[in-house]
């Protein structure tokens, strides 16, 4: 049996015998019990003979757990323990060998809490009345509070996300839409095994598949959300790119500004940086509770004053500090998510354009 913890002695990284390739992960949310539910299945690559598989995972309540082999058998679980740095371990009865394939499959359940980390909770009031939404903020290592993961930046993967919500709200996620109808037992019976009341009240969002990304920039949210839209060119690919603004109803008529500043901005980075812009499109989302802003690839979060503008404002430094966040975090489409640090102490390679940019923008707004 072999564990490998060359990387995990001195920093807390996870141990380096398997290494995930694929996530198939699926959410239901519950925004009137305030909770939140799904299963995750990893593709693994085993990397040395172990019998022993690692990751992170914090503040969730593991359900179902077992492994898939290359010959379809099933591994079942032996013995699951709770390590310290937020991390869980699972024995198999027999040693994986190195060079194969396999799959971990793992439910789990959460609480939506209104503490910005993990899938957490937000809320607005309409006519007097609370209404709550959920949104993720993972970065750095806060993914493992939302769904079991390898959730160090260095471990890209590509994720294909499915969210399940109640029928007349919204779900977004880091690509597109790929499809959603209506929960319906003849068509949906994979879901309705898994989730229990599951019925015509409910929807689902299967969105397509990211490129490889570290579990940091994976984002996904669901509520009542309003939205503008437009769209820009881009100069090197030649593709028009669909840009959103998302945020509560009541604040939506504030986020023209920013959706007309991505739209200049995206086509500038593109031909700055000299590398296409490799998603097929590119949403923010305005949040009331968040602690500045989040280059979440494909779909940008942050709080209010760093992307809503009132239409009458005549504030130019509101005005510039719309301009500098947003810019900010529309450049690490590219620093950070194309190209990203191999540990968190070289953070410093993703934030080094901060200073350079917002000048280079102001000087072509």
């Known amino acids: 049996m072999s564990t490998s913890t060359s990387n995990s002695a001195n920093d807390g990284r996870l141990p380096t ?94 609480k939506l809490l209104d503490n910005q980390v993990g899938y957490y909770l937000s809320s607005w009031e309409d006519e007097g009345r609370t209404k709550h939404y959920a949104l993720t903020q993972f970065a750095p290592i806060d993914a493992r509070r939302a769904f079991p993961c390898w959730d160090e930046p260095e471990l890209k993967a590509t994720y294909a996300i499915t969210l399940i919500s109640r029928i007349g709200s919204t779900n977004l996620s880091n690509m597109p839409v790929l499809d959603e109808k209506p929960f319906s037992v003849q068509e949906h019976s994979e879901f309705s095994d898994s989730f229990k009341n599951l019925d015509s009240a409910w929807k689902i969002t299967r969105f397509e598949t990211t490129p490889l990304m570290s579990s940091y920039i994976v984002a996904y949210a669901n509520g009542e959300f309003s939205h503008l839209e437009t769209s820009a060119k881009l100069p090197l690919s030649g593709m028009t790119v669909p840009l959103r603004m998302y945020a509560t109803p009541d604040l939506i008529h504030q986020a023209q500004f920013a959706l007309e500043l991505k739209s200049k901005v995206l086509p500038l980075c593109e031909k700055l940086f000299d590398v296409e812009y490799p998603l097929p499109k590119l949403d923010t989302l305005v949040v009331s509770n968040f602690g500045g802003a989040m280059e979440n690839w494909g779909l ?23 301009i500098r966040i947003h810019s900010h975090e529309i450049a690490h489409m590219w620093f950070g998510n194309i190209t990203t640090m191999k540990w968190w102490d070289n953070l410093y390679l993703n934030e080094g354009k901060f200073l350079l940019l917002p000048m280079a923008f102001a000087l072509r707004l």
């Open 17 to 110: 015998n398997v290494k995930p390739t694929h996530y198939n992960l699926t959410i239901r949310t519950d925004l009137e019990k305030l909770v939140f539910e799904g299963f995750v299945k990893v593709s693994l690559d085993v990397i040395e003979s172990t019998d022993t598989i690692v990751l992170n995972s914090s503040g969730l309540d593991l359900g179902t757990a077992a492994v898939l082999l290359e010959d379809s058998r099933v591994r079942e679980i032996e013995q699951v323990t709770f390590e310290k740095e937020k991390r869980v371990a699972f024995k198999f009865p027999a040693e994986f060998h190195a060079g194969s394939k396999v799959q971990l499959y793992l439910g789990f359940s959460g």
């Open 300 to 322: 940008i979060t942050g709080r209010t004053r760093s992307f809503l503008l009132d239409p009458k404002s005549t504030d130019m430094w509101a005005k510039k500090l719309v």
